[in-house]
């Protein structure tokens, strides 16, 4: 039975991108919502500009007109000195000062004519997303799909997304969430009777190491895993893990995963994630500075090998497995 007691219309989240026609967030052709927020710092992170909570400035300089021929930001009411020019550089490009830019919003953004200033999110209400996401409605029929919550962390705005996924359901769209556990239970009590699949993240096995690249240990995530396999029996768990060579493409950490998530059957899958360097300009779009530089994907053979486990752990063909 439905607790809602707040107007579609009146409930706002802030949302980060609205992805149509996406085939890896969970069952058949999907719409990916994005929220801002995550309360994870995973070094490898590839979508950065999810992590902060709020709107964010960015700016690409491959599209900055320069300040002769533009400089509108360089007279904007910006706080003093957030733009500026570097005296006998090659070029005459504007630079950020990060430090001052938080405070930034679509009036600075808008004065840019050339759109290298541009922002990461925006205020959305639950009526206006679900009113996007119904678009491919005929899409989620045909092909078993529907809308992904994703981020950041969707669950970090638990009240807008639990608006979202209950509107899904009452619109007749599929739900699916992304997320990596680390919030509070009440967060996760809140939206999970709305979702039909979970896709969560095991990204590390020992506490230590996990808090080492991630900023958290994983203690609070796996008991919120554990409890919301026993506590949600109709949601379809999928497992995942995102492999860093050598930080957990390991044996020893697909196995410990096998044995945390197999004797709850409605665990029904537990996916690889291989790194990639997708996101590796954004960070540039927000000045920040990317530590893994150096990373490159796992080999073919390590993945083969690693995914060779987790189908004989689910009893599957390994054959039949690679047709899939
Ligand atoms: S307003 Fe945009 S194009 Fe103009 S100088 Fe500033 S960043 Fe460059």
Avoid at 21 to 39: A, E, Q
Avoid at 159 to 178: C, K, Q
Wanted: overall charge negative; glycine content about 8%.
């Amino acid at each position: 039975m439905s607790n809602k007691t707040t107007n579609p219309s009146e409930i706002t989240g802030r949302v980060l991108n609205i992805q149509r026609y996406c085939t890896h967030d969970g069952p058949g052709i999907r719409t990916t919502v994005f929220l801002k927020g995550c309360s994870l710092r995973c070094k490898w992170c590839s979508n950065p500009e999810s992590i902060s909570p709020k709107p964010e400035i960015a700016y690409d300089a491959k599209k900055c007109a320069g300040a002769k021929e533009c400089g509108a930001c360089l007279k904007s009411p910006f706080p003093e000195g957030g733009f500026y020019v570097v005296e006998g550089a090659d070029d005459d490009k504007v630079h950020i000062n990060w430090d001052l830019a938080v405070d930034c919003d679509e009036a600075t953004v808008s004065l840019c004519p050339t759109e290298a200033l541009f922002m990461y999110g925006k205020k959305m209400t639950v009526e206006e997303v679900l009113d996007e996401v119904e678009r491919d409605a005929s899409f989620y029929r045909s092909s078993g799909g529907g809308m992904t919550l994703s981020g950041g962390e969707f669950s970090l705005q638990p009240e807008f997304s639990a608006g979202l996924l209950e509107g899904a359901h009452e619109r007749g769209i599929n739900t699916a969430v992304e997320t990596a556990g680390n919030v509070p239970w009440a967060s996760y009590e809140k939206v999970l009777p709305h979702v039909d699949t979970m896709l969560h993240d095991h990204k590390l096995t020992i506490p230590e190491r996990h808090k080492k690249w991630t900023g958290v240990d994983n203690r609070r995530i796996l008991e919120n895993f554990k409890k919301a396999y026993e506590t949600f029996p109709n949601i379809q768990f999928i497992a995942r893990t995102p492999l860093m060579p050598g930080v957990n493409d390991d044996e020893e950490h697909i196995r410990a995963v096998l044995e945390f998530i197999r004797p709850h059957k409605n665990v029904i899958d537990y996916e690889l994630l291989p790194y990639h360097r997708f996101g590796i300009g954004k960070y540039e779009f927000l000045g920040h500075v990317y530590e893994l530089a150096d990373f490159t994907t796992p080999p073919d053979e390590t993945v083969q090998r690693l995914r060779a486990i987790i189908d004989e752990a689910f009893g599957r063909n390994q054959e039949n497995a690679e047709d899939e």
